[in-house]
């Protein structure tokens, strides 16, 4: 089934709904069939029409509102049949849609119904009628898609010709670039690429120009050419050749020469010449390939850099190791403010002290993007230097981008990104023009949002979930969003929306009537025309409330309400009946608000109680059969309701219980469950968990010292269901205690999940010794969190073979020295030895090949007898380590140790970070009474390091 999009609406589920309604049982009933046949014949018809309008790149006014008549009347006629299968049932549909159809066919007949959906559809085809008259009327099938204009200037001519004098913060990276041109020839004489990659106005152009400037004298000759979003790669060839071309002439033909023969006259051309060329603004892998083949690969050392805003683009063209892929950053606090008062006043100490407090709002909003800073100084200078008109301009940034002439070109900029998105990828990402600015989107949280609207189909064989995830990263490889909180595997946690890309996409939204924001000073309720489709409350008065209680919000599919949200005056639940999405995530005071209604919201899937403080669900909550996700974690809820088991569509249970519901075995469709504790359950329920075929995901306690006592059934009804598991999806396992007890019994797990991916056992003395189904048949085991009362060399050695693990933390109580061996932990990126006592780790060369981090004890009598070696040096990926020196040993013995660490550290080519903890020159100082010069002079030496 085609999912739910800004640009088509609800046409795909719709069209899908009622075809499972023309074959079922209810289509039987006279003239019923050929209604829906008759409607939605209309509605494909529609359908059609509007996939190629919204193809058009710069569709007229009336093609515009058509488009939004057809998109609303899809989302209004879902609502309809919505509402009345509803109203058929019983209010809870646990067999999806075509088992309810099933059990309520024959009830058409009893209920009156069947004059219920003919007038319903007589309303729908007068609707259908009117705006198929009106395509009619406006002849849109002979539209022209757009009024010619003016030809329009490239935006990024400034960066291409931009004064040296202007720039600020370039120096550094355009020196750093420059001298890595420079020196790679020293390693090989072939042609190198330097490919910049980053968000739209970050200064790609502007950087890979002044490289140019550094280096160009180095070169016979040098070209720029711009790609572009629709590549014409002859005429990029035929532009190179035209800047690189003979003095006497020879090309001055190749206006007829084809795409083949332009790229063999380059070829011939650069042949035997040192060329340095820019290729900006490349947006896919296929254009990079097509151009890249027209420079050979002499040996000149010849240079190529180029420019994308796309991350995989950027990394497929260096796909030799001596290429190399740079991530431009957007400008520092101290750039952007020299950029932005450079432009008005000279300097930061000529702006009047009246405007220093609205610059400062203003350049928040910028986000170091030297694009808007300079574009929006540009807008400045032409205003009176006046609080209230600064005021103004910050005010409106978001409308001043679609009609200010001089923020023209930077929308143009950002907006090239949003236009070059798939369909899909546009409507996940307006979506977010729900959050307000700054505000940190939960991954996780985010995707099972666009699930629960509608948003995701599956794909080749990937679950929703997975397919939301990969939609997640493709924003973020695409610079769309910016990443937050990346893990050691890479997995990114979270993201948030540049302010500049969050005005364009509410433009975006806005057109569409895709969001409604309510309180973010992004638009007034009594202007809104259509139906409010998704609602986000990010501030609410009395006034606003009085603006609430006049909408019509029965069409509101998500509502966000945000934690600044004063709870009372939020409209009663009962007035949003075709909600998919609630969310209350972080309203402290929720438990004021009124839950009455929860019953009433059939379509419900995402439901959202984080951190709100509440101590008990809503009772209606058991009626929300279409439920998918219930998230109460950082509430004081402890207990479920006890018809909840009855919620079979339920995946993401996500919260802390002191006891399981009885039957929760039968949510054979739950995916994550809430945090418990083991010796407080029923041992029934402790085995009913191995039901859950579906389960991915499991946080348990074992509980206090207390509830352990004689808990033997209780341990193996649980190591039952684990094992019964281990046939099944599970990829998580983790398990707390409040006090030290074992896990011993857990050593006789078999079979093991091939699925799992993460196990986290972290309180002293977990297990005696590394459980014996730790083995390298783990293949897929990835992040390992483990205490152990021992680990042996043998157990070093069997961690060391695990293939996918990239996270390994462990805890040992008792003494232990290894020497991590070669063709070990071939994939390992962070290593932490934590709260380890005597412990002396080392490294033999080729070990940990990959390792980025680690964390460790040095022990200082062990590092003597073993000739003070770590074994550091050979670690050629490392970026972070932590070292920390025990306090055992002697003086001269944990003096030694440190020196040796840091002359291993200083010797490993990839000059790690590095942090030596408990040295011991300060108690040296103060036995030896050592001076403030000998002191001050082995703190620089550590500064240094």
């Not at 307000?436 to 989107?441: F, R, V």
């Not at 090949?849 to 770590?870: D, Q, R, T, V, W």
Request: proline letters at 3%; aromatic letters at 8%.
């Amino acid at each position: 089934m085609e999912a739910v999009s800004a640009s088509h609406g609800a046409f795909g589920p719709l069209l899908g709904k009622l075809t499972t309604l023309l074959a079922d049982e209810c289509a039987r009933l006279k003239g019923v069939r050929r209604e829906i046949r008759s409607l939605r014949s209309e509605l494909a018809s529609m359908h059609a029409a509007l996939k190629e309008y919204t193809k058009l790149e710069d569709p007229n006014d009336q093609v515009k509102t058509w488009i939004s008549l057809v998109r609303e009347l899809a989302y209004d006629t879902e609502d309809v049949f919505d509402k009345f299968i509803h109203q058929l049932g019983s209010g809870s549909n646990h067999g999806g849609f075509k088992e309810f159809f099933r059990k309520t066919a024959r009830r058409f007949k009893t209920l009156g119904s069947r004059r219920g959906i003919a007038d319903q559809i007589d309303d729908l085809k007068d609707r259908i009628k009117q705006v198929k008259d009106l395509k009619d009327s406006y002849k849109l099938d002979y539209a022209p898609s757009s009024i010619a204009g003016p030809p329009v200037v490239d935006p990024r001519l400034h960066a291409i010709f931009a004064d040296e004098a202007h720039l600020v913060g370039v120096d550094g990276p355009r020196d750093d670039l420059a001298k890595w041109m420079l020196e790679a020839n020293n390693l090989s004489k072939g042609c190198k690429v330097l490919s910049i990659v980053g968000f739209g106005g970050l200064g790609k152009t502007t950087l890979a120009n002044e490289v140019c400037r550094k280096i160009e004298g180095n070169f016979h000759c040098k070209a720029f050419v711009s790609v572009s979003q629709k590549p014409d790669v002859k005429k990029i060839i035929k532009d190179v050749i035209s800047q690189v071309a003979c003095e006497d002439g020879s090309t001055k033909d190749t206006i007829d020469w084809d795409e083949k023969k332009s790229i063999a006259k380059l070829r011939e051309l650069l042949e035997n010449k040192r060329y340095l060329i820019i290729i900006d603004d490349v947006w896919s892998t296929q254009a990079w390939h097509a151009i890249k083949c027209a420079f050979p690969e002499n040996d000149c050392s010849s240079r190529i850099i180029a420019t994308t805003r796309i991350i995989d683009v950027a990394k497929s063209c260096c796909l030799s190791a001596d290429d190399r892929v740079y991530e431009l950053e957007a400008l520092s606090d101290l750039h952007s403010r020299r950029l932005f008062f450079k432009r008005l006043f000279r300097s930061e100490e000529d702006c009047p002290e009246m405007l220093k407090e609205v610059s400062n709002k203003i350049l928040k909003k910028c986000g170091g993007l030297p694009l808007a800073i300079i574009s929006i100084s540009g807008l400045l200078a032409n205003r009176p230097a006046i609080k209230e008109e600064w005021e103004k301009v910050k005010r409106s940034i978001g409308t001043a981008l679609e009609k200010t002439n001089s923020l023209e070109g930077m929308s143009s900029i950002l907006s090239l990104s949003y236009n070059d998105l798939a369909p899909h990828l546009k409507t996940c990402l307006l979506y977010l023009s729900l959050f307000p600015e700054d505000h940190l989107i939960y991954r996780d949280r985010l995707v099972r949002r666009w699930i629960a609207e509608g948003f995701i189909s599956e794909e080749r064989g990937q679950s929703k979930q997975e397919v939301a995830e990969n939609y997640f990263y493709e924003l973020i490889n695409k610079s769309m969003v910016q990443p937050v909180d990346i893990e050691y595997d890479g997995e990114v946690r979270a993201c948030r929306v540049h302010d500049m890309m969050l005005e364009i996409i509410i433009s975006k939204s806005a057109e569409d009537n895709f969001t409604t924001v309510v309180g973010g000073g992004q638009t007034s309720l009594l202007n809104h025309q259509d139906s409010i489709r998704r609602l986000s409350i990010q501030h609410i008065d009395k006034k606003l409330a009085s603006e609430l209680a006049n909408v019509d919000l029965s069409h509101v599919r998500t509502l966000i309400v945000m934690p600044s949200c004063c709870i009372t005056h939020l409209p009663s639940l009962d007035r949003f009946e075709a909600l998919r999405v609630l969310d209350f995530e972080g309203c402290v005071d929720l438990k004021d608000y009124d839950m009455e209604g929860m019953d009433k919201l059939f379509q419900l899937k995402y439901l959202g109680f984080r951190d709100t403080r509440i101590s008990k669900l809503p009772a209606g909550i058991v009626m929300l059969g279409n439920l998918e996700t219930l998230n109460f974690e950082g509430t004081s809820v402890r207990e479920l309701p006890a018809r909840i088991t009855l919620l079979t569509e339920l995946r993401h249970l996500i919260g802390r219980l002191n006891k399981l519901p009885s039957g929760i075995g039968g949510m054979r469709n739950l995916q994550l469950m809430p945090r418990f504790i083991i010796t407080m359950q029923e041992t029934d329920v402790l085995k009913d968990l191995g039901n859950l075929k579906s389960l991915e995901g499991l946080d348990v306690d074992l509980g206090d010292e207390v509830s352990c006592e004689d808990k033997r059934c209780e341990k193996e009804a649980f190591l039952s269901s684990l094992c019964k598991l281990g046939t099944c999806k599970l990829r998580s396992l983790e398990i707390k205690s409040k006090y030290c007890g074992s896990l011993d019994f857990l050593d006789s797990w078999s079979p093991l999940p091939s699925s799992l991916q993460r196990f986290v056992a972290a309180y002293r003395d977990s297990f005696t010794k590394l459980p014996k189904w730790i083995t390298p048949a783990l293949i897929n085991l990835a992040d390992l969190w483990i205490c152990l009362t021992e680990l042996t060399e043998d157990g070093l050695l069997t961690l060391g073979q695990l293939p996918s693990l990239l996270r390994l933390q462990l805890r040992l109580s008792k003494k232990f020295i290894a020497t991590v061996q070669v063709i070990s932990f071939p994939n390992l990126k962070a290593l932490n030895f934590s709260g380890t006592a005597q412990a002396y780790v080392s490294f033999a060369k080729g070990s940990v090949p990959k390792l980025e981090s680690i964390e460790m004890p040095f022990n200082a009598s062990e590092a003597k007898a073993n000739g003070f070696y770590s074994g550091i040096e050979h670690l050629h990926c490392l970026k972070l380590a932590y070292i920390w020196c025990n306090e055992d040993g002697t003086l001269p013995e944990r003096k030694a140790a440190a020196a040796a660490i840091r002359k291993d550290a200083d010797a490993n080519p990839n000059h790690p970070e590095f942090t030596f903890e408990n040295e011991p020159w300060e108690e040296d100082n103060e036995e030896t009474g050592a001076g403030d010069e000998e002191k001050s002079n082995e703190d620089g030496d550590t500064d240094e390091d």
